[in-house]
């Protein structure tokens, strides 16, 4: 099969700049073009909250490249602040226009790759663009929150939405010495996860002196000067410096629904196991694609950096002329909570309940350490179990760093089908600094072979 002469990527973050690099090592000849409608490319996205606190101490530690280095590194040229405006299937063309000159051009393409990534959500009832309203999805807003704070007087802060953003803005926030409040129409914080964790991140969270106030239906705002100065909900009214929107993200596929490619169930573009779209000279990767539910075998919209790096190799190698196909995926994400760290594997109860799986669960605390060692303190444990074949279908962890190893190793027992009566069986390791004596995930395992027998 010959390589395409032209292939164009649209989005220059985790996908795009992944797919635009393989496709140039799979077909080195081919003209690789990549345009990006921000002032950036390859961000670190996940970093933002830990850029903001301070703890990353300069934001251009998380840009990785910009135009000059990908394209000498990678040999693919870049085009920055250039928003894709239109695809003519037919003719195989795209409308481009330089934000800076507002001038538009087209390009032919033989191959595309879209990689438009995801959106901030937005509230509804906002009136026009406060100067003091942000979300925290781009360096871009980074940089504005950051300036906002350098030259205005900010005490009070409020997020909205405590799911992995508002949080780890709320940790930021509070480190830097505001006064912070979340709220969330959920009566708990992190929703999407099981109960008893959601309890124990509402503690947790309260303990460090952020108020969370949950179950908030309406939200109205007061306004002065082009700012939000109140926020009114649950019959009060409160004062407010900086309002920060974190309700979570949605495919950006503006471009996808007018260029007439077939959209699913969660807003994302369908794409097939190589990544094409309902246009076979069309791929897609990333925050904008539906991906297909391991455990559900379901399509899903799972928007994590790591699934889109992946993503963005399998259609930047397809588009140039490879033959790879994506895996089903296991949902695996971990979010620090001030001292803690959240793990969240596969589905939860409620997610388990709809797709109708008949289930049980078991859960317990066992410290992560010797008692006896400095630093030991007690893990949150809980398992989710379909009962025909005893295969693990849900997991959440809450307690130290060694909550990501035990997330990982639930999302190779998912992925691999092995049962849950294995955790058991395994022989973990111990060491006193390291490991507790007996492993969590030992005690989950002779817990579920109770129910079992």
């Not at 991906?291 to 950096?305: E, H």
């Amino acid at each position: 099969m010959l390589a395409p002469k032209n292939i164009i990527v649209v989005g220059g973050n985790g996908a795009g700049a992944a797919a635009a690099a393989k496709a140039k090592r799979i077909a080195p000849n081919s003209n690789i073009v990549m345009f990006e409608a921000g002032g950036f490319i390859s961000t670190g996205t996940c970093e933002l909250p830990y850029v903001l606190s301070g703890e990353i101490k300069d934001y251009k530690n998380i840009i990785f490249f910009d135009s000059e280095s990908f394209e000498k590194e990678k040999g693919v040229k870049v085009l920055t602040n250039h928003l894709v405006e239109k695809i003519d299937r037919s003719n195989k063309k795209i409308t481009v226009r330089n934000l800076i000159s507002n001038q538009t051009f087209h390009q032919y393409y033989d191959r595309l790759i879209l990689a438009t990534g995801s959106n901030a959500k937005k509230l509804p009832n906002i009136n026009g663009a406060p100067l003091n309203l942000f979300t925290l999805k781009t360096v871009k807003d980074l940089l504005l929150i950051k300036n906002y704070l350098s030259k205005n007087p900010v005490r009070k802060v409020l997020i909205i939405g405590a799911g992995y953003i508002g949080l780890e803005s709320s940790e930021a926030f509070t480190t830097l010495g505001y006064d912070v409040t979340v709220l969330d129409k959920e009566n708990l914080p992190m929703p999407g996860v099981d109960d008893e964790l959601r309890y124990l991140i509402s503690d947790l969270i309260s303990r460090n002196k952020i108020e969370f106030c949950g179950s908030v239906k309406d939200i109205k705002f007061g306004y002065k000067d082009e700012k939000i100065i109140t926020a009114t909900f649950n019959g009060y009214t409160k004062e407010f410096d900086l309002v920060l929107l974190a309700l979570g993200f949605e495919p950006n596929n503006s471009l996808a629904v007018s260029s007439k490619l077939t959209i699913g169930k969660y807003g994302g573009l369908r794409v097939d196991q190589k990544l094409k779209t309902s246009d076979s000279n069309i791929y897609a990767a990333g925050d904008n694609i539906e991906v297909i539910n391991k455990i559900t075998g379901r399509n899903d919209y799972i928007p994590l950096a790591t699934y889109a790096q992946q993503m963005g190799h399998i259609a930047g190698g397809n588009a140039a002329g490879g033959n790879s196909a994506a895996r089903p995926v296991v949902k695996n994400a971990v979010v620090k909570i001030f001292d803690k760290y959240l793990v969240s594997v596969g589905l939860s109860s409620a997610e388990a309940s709809e797709h109708k799986f008949n289930f049980i669960s078991v859960k317990g605390i066992a410290p992560n350490l010797v008692k006896v060692m400095p630093g030991s303190d007690n893990v949150f444990g809980k398992l989710l179990v379909e009962k025909s074949s005893r295969k693990i279908i849900g997991g959440f962890f809450l307690g130290g760093k060694e909550v990501s190893g035990y997330g990982d190793l639930i999302a190779a027992f998912i992925s691999n089908k092995i049962k849950a009566g294995e955790l058991e069986k395994i022989n973990y390791n111990y060491s006193p600094p390291i490991s507790p004596f007996i492993n969590i995930l030992s005690i989950l395992g002779r817990k579920l072979e109770k129910e079992f027998s």
